[in-house]
């Protein structure tokens, strides 16, 4: 059981250039999601997803795209990176997206990505 | 508006004492949960203890403890007998619902603690 993965762990990009950063769970989790972290602002959600086929936006989804087709992978597209999206990436995954009450998020290790 | 409020941006404590982090938090709904995450130097985001908000009792964890005062709605880390593993940065978090029951965490903006030996 390798919980939430996530490759690769670090990345440098040149400003336009695109990327996938891959997001992978294999505990049958139906709810997964995307954060960045950026210093003095905490962890923000940019898109997350209730089960396969199904996505949705969070707090700062502009310039990202998702989807995802299967259970345990959501991976997180980046079309046309730019140097404001230089962040820490973290991929959490949790069993319910209907939010019971013992319900948990497991994070992933991170992707640090610079974009020059 | 702030959701989740961590006052402290950086708190010290001696190794073995106890120390307390505090978190408010706003909302609206009646049902919702509240955590602590611990994240390392080394950058990952540890689980640390969980509160519902109809739970009768503060969760323990371990050395870990949840003051939850509910009309105040905070939601304050304990950290008994601190130890120098202990040094991290430490988020609260809560946990939204949707009407359409899609939940979403929101996080602080966190808590560096410094464990002096």
């Known amino acids: 059981n390798a919980g939430v993965t996530q490759t690769p762990k670090f990345q440098v990009l040149k400003t336009g250039q695109s990327m996938t950063l891959q997001c992978a769970q294999d505990?049958?989790?139906?709810?997964m999601s995307w954060y960045r972290q950026d210093p003095g602002m905490g962890l923000r959600l940019i898109h997350y997803?209730?089960?396969?086929?199904?996505?949705d936006q969070g707090e700062v989804p502009n310039g990202y795209n998702v989807s995802r087709s299967t259970t345990e992978d959501f991976p997180l597209r980046l079309l046309s990176a730019a140097p404001s999206q230089t962040s820490v990436y973290f991929c959490?995954?949790?069993?319910?997206?209907?939010?019971?009450?013992?319900?948990?998020?497991?994070f992933g290790p991170g992707t640090r990505l610079t974009v020059l | 508006a702030q959701k989740i409020t961590q006052t402290q941006p950086g708190m010290f404590v001696q190794e073995k004492e106890a120390v307390t982090l505090d978190c408010t938090y706003d909302?609206?709904?009646?049902?919702?949960?509240l955590f602590w995450y611990k994240q390392p130097s080394s950058g990952e985001m540890i689980f640390l203890i969980y509160?519902?908000?109809?739970?009768?009792q503060n969760a323990t964890e371990g050395r870990y403890s949840l003051n939850f005062q509910k009309a105040r709605k905070s939601a304050n880390l304990v950290i008994s007998a601190s130890q120098l593993g202990d040094s991290a940065m430490y988020f609260c978090?809560?946990?939204?619902?949707?009407?359409?029951?899609?939940?979403?965490?929101?996080f602080g903006k966190g808590t560096k603690l410094t464990v002096n030996p």
């Open positions: 959490a995954s949790s069993y319910s997206g209907a939010a019971g009450p013992t319900d948990t998020q497991y």
């Open positions: 997803s209730v089960g396969a086929g199904i996505t």
């Open positions: 505990m049958n989790h139906e709810y």
């Open positions: 509160q519902g908000s109809y739970d009768q």
């Open positions: 978090a809560m946990r939204e619902v949707s009407q359409g029951g899609s939940e979403k965490l929101v």
């Open positions: 909302t609206s709904d009646p049902s919702y949960g």
